[in-house]
């Protein structure tokens, strides 16, 4: 076997790395507990009784809903007022220091009794967490972009008004809700127009045509109604082409490839003789005379010949089949006549086709988002959605960032003044979807942004909740200062088989996703979580430079630009080693492996030398009704050293990720900073200097999950990477220490070392 082409170690799992991890936190108190704020958190109660009267004159047992605001410090899990609120318990969440809860004529009066008189220390801890208690109003119902769109098209709206309502997390309660609310809304004499629309357990709205905007607010004044909004609408992305005169034979070496692929688009065109082929199986949503397929048979034949067309050398290629789901109208005008579909229409389909094709096909591409609609703290529902859909059907979507339309766009570095501009847009926020932004392939003396860096028109991240969005970035083109694409754009196919331009994160996309399909492709074993991960990875350890510059870079790269050459992701070579943990936490405990044969040649001077890269991923429970704590769990990864001090305890210190000391230590720092609650957590760092010899290394990894949550166990996929800079031979050095220290190994075959055996 080559020296550059050593196989990845896989890492089994031991009983004895288990340890027992009890958790909880230190009962705290954030202010004294004084007769006057007894007063004050019973006079908020009442508050509730009273605005509620109405409803609990009708029938007491109609539960409604209070918004606890906790203080700042105080949004940790542990602090969670759980006790204060054990007769009105916690129902969900809106932002990290926002706490819904359950409330009813009793459970609020019982409540009052216990502030005057707290039964215990913990309930008295919880008083001094809160700072505020509220009812929902109807005013907090109404979501902005509804109140914009109303005031400015009413009749665009009128018929496709989206109404969600809260979930009690009790069966009854919710039957007595829903009832509660169909009454309502028929003596609002809108029932005839009221339709309830599904998916899954917890995906539930009305869609409800309306007939003035005095509607809209007294839907929004209904108990139990969480928020109203409309439908949107969903159209293929503005595309800009510029023709070219470049001719290349597209003739060349490839593999034919089992892995087939859907594009959920404007559908791939009939007439492509370089695509055509390709296409096993098409599912028609739109009628002949809406139909475009320019956008899909761009972002097919980049997938097919992105590299080629674009100059990029890749020393494999395989040919993917197409599933072509066309489901998107042609929005061009200078096309034909335009169209556009709803969100539960799209939804539908969406869940037509998993049902029809999931067990065959497992990528997806969705290179579509709503421009006017940017990612906020808490989830789109059609990020949700796709998250549902991903879970239950068991495949991987990618989806694009989103492009900036409207002036100005974004230079680099960043102008100042764009605000929330530049954000992504929904469903990027999908949590369980690959996100992938853009980054330019090619410059001139007057592009806007050079070779690597965002491209101009590229949405950046955070996500909902911090989560890195975009996962990763790709080549999707540039500009001219005018505003000229010539020369700066990406390259594909136009429906005729010609070589065009275009620029977008729509054909960024697909660029990731052929890469992981290749990933996918050359498993002998393919599992997509891995294959994230690999793809995650290799974003990461290929983009050190660019990412180490500044760390709000991170918002615009996500993990960075993953590498085009797959057998590269795939593989190890003599002076770097890659290992992978495909393993299991449970909750009350952690997982250690010590004793790691970090290289005695990455000793230099009495220092540890080298590059290490970490990149962590899994599936987290999600739960909608949980806002900014969509997702439920929490694994944290820390490499580090230790040493046995004299009395024989351990001195353990994180090295990747460096050990900070959060200065606040609050939640929202470890959120918005430090990855914590991200399903996907990557590091990278160069020990330049050296650090201080010790003991040994050491991998811990620890599950949280959220206050009230009961997870028995997670996978997850953990990659690590170890690089001597200086081209020695680390690799034997490592597989030798693991035997030696009774690691369990086996070998990430893939089809490519399998032909070269051959």
């Not at 769990?633 to 090295?655: A, E, L, R």
Request: proline fraction near 5%; glycine fraction near 6%; charge should be negative.
């Amino acid at each position: 076997m080559s020296k550059n082409n050593l196989p990845i170690k896989i890492i089994l799992q031991k009983t004895d790395d288990i340890f027992s991890n009890p958790g909880g936190g230190k009962t705290k108190f954030f202010s004294e507990v004084t007769p006057q704020l007894q007063i004050d958190i019973s006079n908020k109660f009442e508050f509730l009784l009273e605005y509620y009267n109405d409803v609990f004159e009708e029938n007491e047992n109609i539960p409604a809903i209070g918004k606890v605001i906790v203080k700042p410090e105080a949004i940790a899990k542990s602090h969670k007022p759980d006790d204060l609120c054990r007769n009105c318990p916690i129902i969900g969440t809106e932002d990290l220091n926002e706490i819904y809860i359950k409330v009813k004529k009793k459970s609020i009066q019982e409540t009052v009794k216990l502030v005057m008189n707290p039964p215990s220390i913990k309930f008295k801890a919880n008083m001094t967490a809160v700072s505020d208690i509220q009812p929902i109003k109807a005013d907090e119902k109404i979501t902005s972009s509804l109140a914009l769109a109303a005031q400015s098209d009413f009749s665009s709206i009128k018929n496709n008004i989206k109404v969600k309502i809260f979930d009690f997390d009790d069966d009854f309660d919710n039957a007595q809700i829903w009832d509660y609310i169909n009454r309502k809304i028929t003596l609002l004499g809108l029932h005839d127009n009221c339709e309830l629309i599904t998916y899954g357990e917890h995906i539930k709205f009305f869609k409800i045509g309306i007939n003035s905007y005095e509607d809209i607010i007294n839907i929004a004044s209904i108990n139990g109604v969480k928020s109203v909004d409309f439908f949107q609408e969903y159209s293929l992305p503005k595309d800009d082409f510029s023709s070219t005169d470049l001719k290349m034979l597209l003739e060349h070496e490839y593999t034919d490839s089992e892995v087939s692929i859907g594009i959920i688009d404007g559908g791939i065109s009939a007439d492509n003789p370089y695509l055509k082929p390709y296409i096993i199986a098409r599912e028609e949503y739109v009628s002949e005379v809406y139909r475009n397929p320019h956008h899909a048979t761009f972002i097919a034949s980049t997938i097919q010949y992105g590299n080629l067309l674009n100059g990029i050398s890749s020393p494999t290629c395989h040919r993917f089949k197409f599933v072509d789901i066309i489901a998107m109208p042609n929005s061009d005008k200078k096309f034909g006549p335009t169209d556009s579909i709803s969100e539960y229409d799209l939804m539908d389909i969406i869940e037509e086709v998993m049902e029809k094709y999931s067990h065959s096909t497992k990528i997806w591409n969705i290179s579509l988002g709503i421009e006017d609609k940017p990612c906020s703290g808490t989830m789109s529902d059609l990020g949700v959605f796709l998250d549902y859909i991903q879970d239950k059907y068991h495949v991987q979507m990618f989806v694009s960032s989103g492009n900036i339309n409207d002036l100005p766009l974004r230079t680099w570095p960043p102008q100042s003044g764009l605000g929330e501009h530049d954000r992504l847009i929904s469903p990027a926020d999908s949590v369980r979807a690959l996100t992938v932004g853009s980054v330019a392939l090619f410059e001139s003396d007057d592009s806007i942004v050079k070779f690597n860096e965002p491209s101009p028109f590229s949405r950046r991240g955070p996500g909902a909740n911090y989560v890195v969005k975009p996962d990763i970035v790709d080549y999707g083109g540039n500009l001219s200062t005018t505003y000229c694409i010539d020369g700066l754009g990406v390259k594909g196919l136009d429906p005729e088989g010609n070589i065009i331009e275009g620029n977008g994160t729509s054909y960024s996309n697909p660029r990731a996703l052929q890469k992981f399909a290749s990933i996918y492709e050359e498993m002998l074993d393919p599992n997509l979580l891995l294959a994230k991960a690999m793809l995650v990875h290799s974003a990461r350890m290929n983009s050190r430079e660019l990412l180490d510059e500044k760390p709000d870079n991170i918002k615009y790269y996500g993990f960075g630009i993953p590498s085009p050459n797959v057998q590269e992701i795939l593989q190890c070579s003599e002076d770097e080693v890659t290992l992978v943990f495909m393993q299991k936490i449970s909750q009350g405990s952690h997982l250690e492996m010590y004793d790691f044969p970090y290289p005695k040649s990455l000793i230099k001077n009495g220092k540890y030398i080298g590059e290490i890269g970490m990149t962590l991923a899994y599936l987290p429970p999600l739960d909608e009704r949980y806002g900014r704590e969509y997702c439920r769990t929490n694994i944290d990864v820390s490499f580090g050293t230790y040493s046995y001090s004299q009395n024989g305890k351990v001195d353990y210190k994180g090295q990747v990720p460096l050990e900070t000391k959060w200065d606040e230590k609050f939640e929202a720092a470890r959120v918005e900073h430090g990855f914590k609650w991200s399903p996907i957590k990557s590091y990278y760092r160069k020990l330049k200097k050296g650090i201080q010899l010790a003991d040994g290394w050491k991998l811990r990894i620890d599950m949280t999950a959220r206050n009230g949550s009961y997870i028995p166990s997670q996978e997850f996929v953990l990659i690590v990477t170890i690089k001597d800079p200086n081209g020695n031979d680390i690799y034997s050095e490592i597989a030798t220490g693991l035997r030696e220290r009774g690691y369990i190994t086996n070998n990430l075959e893939t089809r490519y070392q399998a032909r070269q055996r051959q």
